[in-house]
Nanobody
Framework: QVHLVESGGGSVQAGGSLRLSCLAS????????MGWFRQSPGKEREAVAG???????DYADSVTGRFELSRDDAANTLYLQMERLRPEDTAVYYC????????????????????WGQGTQVTVSS
C-alpha cells in the first residue's frame, strides 16, 4: 500500500528556512517521479519542484535559486530545502508520486501523479 507523509512545515519569518520531508512507503522513491506542489487559499494548486526517476530536476521560476530538491534512497524520502522564504511562499505543500518513469517535461503536470500526501502547512510572516 502506497503512502506519502509530509512533514517539516511550520511558521517562519521572511528570510528564514525550512526543510520539508516526504516519507514514502509502498514504492521506491529512487525509481519514481516525484513532485512538490503547493496551494494557498483562493489560489490554484501550483507546481513547485519535480524530480524524475533518473534525477533530473525542475523548479518553478518563483523558487529557483531558493529551493532545492534532494532524495535519500535509503530512507525512501524526498526533501525540499527552502531558503530565503517569502510571505508569498505561504501555502499547504503537497508531495506527489508517480512510481514509474516519466518525462522531465511533464513533472509539473499534476495529472501524471498517482499518489498524494496530506500536505504540510508553511506560513511565512513578513
Amino acid at each position: 500500500q502506497v503512502h506519502l507523509v509530509e512533514s517539516g512545515g511550520g511558521s517562519v519569518q521572511a528570510g528564514g528556512s525550512l526543510r520539508l520531508s516526504c516519507l514514502a512507503s509502498g514504492f521506491a522513491v529512487g525509481s519514481s517521479c516525484m513532485g512538490w506542489f503547493r496551494q494557498s487559499p483562493g489560489k490554484e494548486r501550483e507546481a513547485v519542484a519535480g524530480l524524475t526517476h533518473f534525477g533530473m530536476t525542475d523548479y518553478a521560476d518563483s523558487v529557483t535559486g531558493r529551493f532545492e530538491l534532494s532524495r535519500d534512497d535509503a530512507a525512501n524520502t524526498l526533501y525540499l530545502q527552502m531558503e530565503r522564504l517569502r510571505p508569498e511562499d505561504t501555502a499547504v505543500y503537497y508531495c506527489a508520486a508517480l512510481p514509474s518513469e516519466c518525462s522531465w517535461s511533464r513533472l509539473f503536470s499534476p495529472q501524471i501523479y498517482d499518489y498524494w500526501g496530506q500536505g504540510t502547512q508553511v506560513t511565512v510572516s513578513s
